[in-house]
C-alpha cells in the first residue's frame, strides 16, 4: 500500500491523525501477538509513574511480538538497501496517559545496530542488538533471536508460527481491540521525561495463529515463568506512518 493511502483511513482511530508531518514510513510483516494475562503488581513496578496501566476489565497483559521490519525509510528519502529490513522483537505491555491508549515497550531486539543506535537516541526506547533469523518455511514462520547487546541482560527466542483460518478485524470493545489498535507509544527519557510518539496505520487484518515455541526468555526480567498458554494472533502485514516523539 502506498503511504498516502493509509490516510484515507481515519474513522477507526480513537482520536484524529495528529496534524504536523510523519516522518518515517515503516511496514511491518508477519507478524506473532503472543499475549499472557500477568498481575498488574507485577507490571506497575516498571511503569514511570506519569503512566497509567491500561487493563481489559481489571486485568494486566504482557505481550511477545516478533515480526519483520521491512521499507523503513525517513519521509522524502528513499528505504536503504541492507538497513530498511530486519528482524525485531518486542517484549511490551499497555499504558495510557491524557486519556490517550498506547504501548509500553519493555524491550526491543533487533539486527540492526543502526535502527537500534537510532532509535536508542531518538525514541529513547529500550532497544538492543540481537543475532536473529526470520524466515518462512512451510507455511510457518521459522523465528530465533539471541541478545548479544554489551551489558544487556540475556534474552532469547526460538520458535514458530502461522495464521489460521480467516482473517478479521477487532470489534471495538473487544479484548483483540484493546491489545492490538493502539496508535501511540510511551518512554522515558533518561532524566524522567516521557514521551509520546504518535503512529498511524489502518485497521489491524488479523488472524488466529498457532505457535510452537522452544524458547521463551525474553520476559524473564519480569515474571518467570509466563502463564501456561498465550492468546494468539497473527497478522500479514500493516503500513505504518511514525511521528518525531514529543514531551508529555
Not at 496534524?19 to 507490571?43: C, E, K, N
Not at 541478545?147 to 540475556?154: S, Y
Request: hydrophobic content about 40%; charged content about 20%.
Amino acid at each position: 500500500m502506498a503511504m498516502e493511502n493509509i490516510f484515507e483511513q481515519a474513522g477507526h482511530r480513537p482520536w484524529a491523525i495528529p496534524s504536523g508531518s510523519w516522518v518515517m514510513a515503516q511496514q511491518w510483516r508477519d507478524l506473532l501477538f503472543a499475549h499472557w494475562p500477568v498481575p498488574q503488581s507485577t507490571l506497575r513496578p516498571h511503569i514511570p509513574s506519569g503512566l497509567e496501566l491500561d487493563t481489559f476489565k481489571g486485568q494486566a497483559w504482557l505481550a511477545v511480538v516478533p515480526f519483520l521490519m521491512h521499507g523503513v525509510r525517513l519521509r522524502y528519502a528513499p528505504a536503504v538497501p541492507g538497513t530498511s529490513e530486519f528482524p525485531e522483537l518486542n517484549l511490551r505491555t499497555y499504558v495510557k496517559r491524557d486519556s490517550k491508549p498506547g504501548v509500553w515497550f519493555f524491550s526491543l531486539d533487533a539486527a540492526n545496530s543502526l535502527a537500534v543506535t537510532v532509535a536508542r537516541a531518538w525514541f529513547q526506547l529500550p532497544y538492543f542488538r540481537a543475532r536473529m533469523r526470520c524466515e518462512e518455511q512451510s507455511g510457518w514462520m521459522e523465528y530465533e533471536s539471541e541478545r548479544i547487546h554489551r551489558g544487556a541482560p540475556a534474552a532469547g527466542f526460538r520458535g514458530r508460527y502461522r495464521g489460521l483460518g480467516k482473517t478479521f478485524q477487532a470489534k471495538s470493545g473487544s479484548l483483540e481491540h484493546f491489545l492490538i489498535e493502539r496508535y501511540c507509544l510511551y518512554s522515558a527519557t533518561t532524566k524522567g521525561h516521557l514521551l509520546r510518539g504518535e503512529i498511524h496505520h489502518p485497521p489491524w487484518e488479523l488472524q488466529l495463529a498457532e505457535a510452537q515455541i522452544e524458547d521463551n526468555t525474553i520476559a524473564d526480567q519480569l515474571i518467570s515463568p509466563l502463564p501456561a498458554k498465550p492468546l494468539l494472533h497473527f497478522s500479514r502485514q500493516q503500513d505504518v506512518a511514525a511521528w518525531a516523539p514529543q514531551v508529555v
